[in-house]
């Protein structure tokens, strides 16, 4: 496992999410509310569509196309709840928030 830096805490606070791009992976931090930060892909499974363009309530990622929920703890779909986001893992180094990318592909769903 090799982790890559993608950002420090300061770049993601409480009820954010933030876009980058990691080892050629498009990816959307997220800080859910009471500060858990997870990474996904930043990709909608259903159509493509940049992640970081949609909303997020700190509980839930909303795409902004057909708004597909998910779930920002676990990436799971809510709505609907037969698709899923694929989670990266992440490490926390002091200030810095590492992702690992190596054999994580994005997921996609039925249409
Ligand atoms: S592209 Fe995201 S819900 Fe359709």
Known sequence: MSF???CTLDDVWEGEMEPFTVNGHEIVLVCAEGGEISAFQGVC???DIA???GTFDGKKLIC???LWQFDAGTGK?????DCALAVYPI???GEDILVETEGVEPLFAHS
Do not use: F, M
Not at 77 to 81: A, F, L, S, V
């Open 64 to 66: 902004r196309a057909h």
């Open 51 to 53: 992640l970081s363009e």
């Open 91 to 93: 490490r926390i180094d």
């Open 45 to 47: 499974p259903h159509q």
């Open 4 to 6: 890559t830096k993608v």
């Open 77 to 81: 779909g809510i709505n609907p709840d």
